[in-house]
């Protein structure tokens, strides 16, 4: 029973690059939701998606972020013109409905250089 | 405005030195409180759920408990393998905010 799936787990870009971040959620799991974390800070809620549907950005930077979860394939966070200010550890969860525990996966680590 | 307070922000115990860690909190509507635990280089692991004052839930070593303003994370005579940092977190609407998670350092 595979678990929340997080690909690249280590991503490396220059200033000015795009990054695209991807999440496969549990089997079964139609919510998924995206955090940051910064160096010793605690996980920040970035948005909250369903399969085609936005349901909660207001964690997210209004400029360069943006989210998706298609219908087929995965949720992907995409961050245009990075900045070093970037670079931190991405983490998408997972849950069953809304009022489910969220279940991790295991980070992407984004260095902007 | 929603707010999670850990302490303290890192503990070192020996080997079956017993302890707790804290969790005090604000929120407006509280859903559920969660911990969690968090290895180097991973993302956290669930330990537990608790929705209403006077709960409690117990695994292993571990035993969390909830009171209306705060949540304990009991340890019982701890292993080196339980060094980790813990999180709590609790949920308003879809939203769940972290607070900065206690170090734990469990010395053999």
């Known amino acids: 029973n595979a678990g929340v799936m997080q690909n690249p787990r280590h991503l490396v870009r220059r200033r000015g690059q795009e990054a695209r971040l991807r999440c496969s959620p549990m089997?079964?799991?139609?919510?998924v939701y995206w955090y940051r974390q910064l160096p010793e800070e605690g996980l920040k809620f970035m948005v909250y998606l369903q399969k085609e549907n936005i349901i909660d950005e207001s964690g997210m930077p209004k400029e360069r972020f943006s989210a998706e979860f298609p219908k087929e394939g995965p949720s992907i966070l995409r961050i245009q013109q990075v900045v070093r200010g970037d670079s931190a550890a991405y983490f998408c969860?997972?849950?069953?409905?809304?009022?489910?525990?969220?279940?991790f996966g295991p980070g992407t680590r984004l260095l902007v250089l | 405005e929603d707010q999670v307070t850990q302490s303290p922000e890192a503990l070192r115990l020996q080997e079956g030195e017993s302890s707790s860690l804290n969790c005090s909190y604000t929120v407006s509507g509280l859903r559920g409180l969660f911990w969690y635990r968090q290895d180097p280089g991973k993302g956290p692991e669930f330990l537990f759920t608790l929705y209403s004052a006077g709960e409690e839930k117990e695994k292993e070593r571990l035993k969390a408990t909830l009171t209306k303003k705060e949540s304990f994370l009991h340890i019982t005579a701890p292993k080196p393998e339980d060094s980790a940092t813990y999180l709590c977190?609790?949920?308003?609407?879809?939203?769940?905010?972290f607070g900065k998670g206690t170090r734990l350092h469990i010395l053999p």
């Open positions: 969860a997972s849950s069953g409905t809304d009022q489910e525990t969220q279940y």
């Open positions: 977190a609790v949920q308003n609407g879809d939203k769940i905010i």
């Open positions: 089997k079964g799991h139609s919510h």
